[in-house]
């Protein structure tokens, strides 16, 4: 069992999970994900290593609720334990000094920019984050990141804090700036935004890596549930990535397979809730 030291919402919807796990946090690497599972019958779901403490022998984990999975998940409090963690997964990032790194992180995908920002920094990287939620609330660990980045940029849909529009409109006025060239970007986040953020780049030849985050199952190369196109060929996330060229992935496979359980997901979401404690499901609209 896997206890859990800290439980606090951080946006509505997105959990921050403070976790003793000694045994990850001493091995762990920015670019690392987990595989746990909630309860010991329970299915198995890959989270980000978003932050590690080998002193204190504690991860952790950031998490949105979008299914039954994350829901139960977020439901646990301080004290409480998650029932199995396997880890540290995948290949870490590629820290090496670039120049100047534009990270862009977008909703919950700010949680897998946070420990690359942390690498990259003390390899002598200049960092810009660009980090984009709909609207203020939604914009995650602009502080955090604050204490390690140059600049941090964040971005709304709606305007209500730092840039108006898609960060892909923010990184594309960084792009321009030729007094100060961008070496590499690092991108995380729903589908769409890492596509058109690799749009982005590809004219001007900058190098992107995006952090995919395919269905997973294993998380060893066993099952085929994560596997993703790169420049044609057929690569499991989960030991080949999760992170690829951006420039290289087939984001409509991605997105395709993405939702191919999305009825069976829906079934068993509104069976979770059906079940649990209706003072939960009180507490989780009032966050919507
Ligand atoms: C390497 C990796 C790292 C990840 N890190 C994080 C993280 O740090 N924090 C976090 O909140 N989530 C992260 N995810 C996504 C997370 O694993 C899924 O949101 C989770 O498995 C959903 O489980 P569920 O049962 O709650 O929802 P489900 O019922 O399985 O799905 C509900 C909805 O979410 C969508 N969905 C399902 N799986 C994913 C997925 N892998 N990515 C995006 N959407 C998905 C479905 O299409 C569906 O619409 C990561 C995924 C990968 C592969
Ligand atoms: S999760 Fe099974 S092969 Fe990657």
């Known amino acids: ?21 000694p045994r990850i946090a001493a091995r762990h690497r920015p670019g690392h994900f987990v595989i746990l599972r909630v309860v010991e019958d329970g299915e198995r779901i890959p989270l980000t290593v978003a932050r590690s403490d080998s002193q204190e022998g504690t991860i952790t984990l950031v998490v949105q609720v979008v299914g039954a999975t994350t829901d139960r998940l977020c439901r646990l409090e301080a004290g409480e334990a998650i029932a199995n963690i396997a880890g540290p997964l995948g290949r870490p990032t590629q820290i090496e000094n670039f120049g100047h790194v534009v990270l862009v992180g977008g909703g919950v995908g700010t ?13 002598g990287n200049r960092i810009t984050a ?8 939604y914009v995650i660990l602009e502080e955090e990141l604050g204490r390690t980045c140059d600049a941090v ?11 108006h529009g898609f960060v892909t409109g923010k990184l594309q006025e960084l792009i321009a700036d030729t007094a100060n060239p961008v070496h590499a970007v690092l991108t995380a986040g729903p589908v769409p935004m890492m596509r ?31 596997r993703v196109q790169v420049g044609g060929k057929m690569m499991f996330a989960c030991v080949h990535g999760p992170e690829f060229d951006a420039h290289q992935v087939n984001f409509d496979e991605l997105s395709d397979r993405l939702t191919a359980y999305r009825d069976q997901e829906k079934v068993a979401w509104d069976h979770f809730r059906e079940q649990a404690d209706p003072g939960h499901i009180c507490k989780l609209a009032v966050l919507q």
């Open 153 to 163: 940029l964040p971005c709304t849909d709606d305007g209500s804090h730092g840039y």
């Open 1 to 21: 069992m896997f206890v859990i030291r800290e439980a606090e919402w951080l946006a509505p919807q997105v959990r921050w999970l403070v976790v003793d796990a």
């Open 130 to 137: 660009v980090i984009g939620g709909r609207s203020k609330p």
């Open 196 to 226: 058109a953020v690799a749009n982005v780049t590809r004219g001007p030849g900058i190098h992107t890596i995006a952090s995919l985050n395919p269905i997973m199952v294993d998380g060893t190369g066993m099952c085929g549930g994560c």
């Open 111 to 123: 949680a897998v920019i946070y420990p690359q920002a942390l690498g990259l920094k003390a390899c």
